[in-house]
């Protein structure tokens, strides 16, 4: 009997993906269970297996292609049996002539047709420029094989290409030896994943659809960098992890979000949403771009509870395991660009929310202190707003309140 292999359910909202790695071959036989094809959705990449053991006698959606729920991608016809591979053999007989390989080039061969470890993004990469991810050194964690890991090892092969050419001095002595063309002007065409498709998508439709603006204030931190200072070794004996600065900023955003309700809503048709509680979604960087896993009802989170959800979704972002529910909803979001040096920009919205917070580079600057001028460490901190939602007075108002409890830490304690 054939039996179809379906695109399945992905969760809320996720009606489309894009089919980004077969993991198995047509005519390859496989066992109920077996993880058939990698599918890249605009918020995480699922793996689709065979619910019934069988030959893949036929693939009906190449990579590449966009597929929709209940799509069929395969066929499997399971009365084909599994070959008998457990006979007994003579180990002392040689490889088969022919192929001239032995068992061991076999064995390995067979692991590298079935999905290394490594990220949905280095599995593509490394598919485009034909790299097997065997030869691959992984870097990730435990030891998964990331974006960076392929490229590296590109450049590595190249490098090595490069010491194998002729010296100038015969090429510039062989004339019919045609110019190459200067390496600046290369081009690579690379097709855009469908999470780059989807941010690219909802940037637009955040413009278009929100009436957004930006305002900005500074924030001296000498006061929480006193704090980790004085707490970070007492904290992380108690909680094993780190004090960091975006528990802070959770928590003053839950504050300030209190005393701004509007700022925690969304517009629906004629309609305001104010929402009483607060799952607040921490842009990650990832290597295919931004993702916002949510920290659900973080109210009611400690300081170490915040820092243990935001380490466990950075490492599940560099792994591709975040789960479609990791994701979903959102009501107010921050974004850190301080991380990769940004000392100054315009966060976008995250729709259906109207507001963004944005946090940047710490600096020292100097600045006036009663009356005195000193060098403190400061940063800049944007509020992205629906203007239809809040008004320029609430959105400095609500910054200036981020202000104070950053600078009063201690009042986090009451506030948030």
Not at 75 to 94: C, E, M, N
Not at 121 to 139: D, I, P, Q, W, Y
Not at 294 to 323: H, N, P
Not at 368 to 395: F, K
Request: without cysteine; charged residues 30%; negative net charge.
């Amino acid at each position: 009997m054939t039996v179809e292999v379906i695109v399945p359910e992905m969760g809320e909202s996720v009606l489309e993906a894009t089919v980004s790695v077969w993991l198995k071959k047509e005519g390859e036989f496989v066992n109920a269970g077996d993880l058939l094809v990698e599918l890249e959705t605009d918020k995480v990449n699922l793996e689709v297996g065979a619910k019934s053991a069988g030959s893949l006698t036929k693939i009906k959606v190449k990579e590449g292609e966009d597929v929709k729920v209940g799509d069929v991608l395969a066929l499997i016809d399971d009365t084909v049996r599994q070959p008998d591979d457990d006979a007994p053999q003579d180990k002392s007989q040689k490889p088969e002539k022919g192929n001239g390989k032995d068992n061991g080039q076999n064995e390995a061969e067979a692991r590298s047709a079935s999905a290394p470890q490594a990220t949905p993004v280095a599995s593509r990469l490394a598919k485009e420029k034909g790299v097997n991810v065997s030869e691959v050194k992984g870097t990730g964690s435990d030891g998964r094989i990331t974006r960076a890991d392929v490229e590296q090892y590109l450049e590595t092969k190249e490098k090595a290409a490069e010491t194998e050419k002729p010296s100038p001095a015969r090429k510039e002595a062989d004339v019919s030896e045609p110019r190459e063309s200067s390496p600046a002007r290369r081009e690579e065409r690379i097709r855009m994943t469908r999470r780059r498709r989807t941010i690219a998508q909802r940037l637009l439709e955040a413009q278009r659809s929100t009436a957004m603006l930006t305002t900005f204030n500074e924030v001296d931190m000498s006061a929480v960098m006193e704090m980790r200072k004085r707490r970070n070794e007492e904290f992380q004996k108690q909680h094993g992890i780190k004090l960091g600065f975006m528990s802070f900023f959770v928590k003053a955003s839950i504050g300030t979000l209190k005393a701004f309700p509007q700022v925690n809503a969304e517009i629906d048709g004629d309609e305001i949403v104010l929402k009483h509680y607060y799952d607040i979604g921490i842009a990650i960087g990832d290597e295919d771009g931004l993702v916002v896993p949510v920290l659900r009802d973080a109210d009611r989170l400690s300081f170490a509870g915040i820092e243990q959800q935001i380490k466990d979704y950075v490492a599940k972002t560099g792994e591709g395991k975040l789960s479609i529910e990791d994701l979903r909803g959102g009501t107010f979001t921050i974004t850190n660009g301080g991380v990769f040096g940004s000392l100054l920009s315009t966060p976008i919205l995250n729709p259906p929310q109207v507001g963004i917070l944005g946090l940047h580079k710490i600096e020292e600057r100097p600045i006036a202190v009663n009356g005195e001028v000193m060098i403190r460490p400061m940063m800049y901190v944007a509020l992205s707003y629906d203007h239809r939602m809040v008004d320029g007075r609430e959105a400095v108002q609500f910054l200036v309140k981020i202000k104070q409890l950053i600078e009063d830490p201690e009042a986090l304690l009451l506030e948030g």
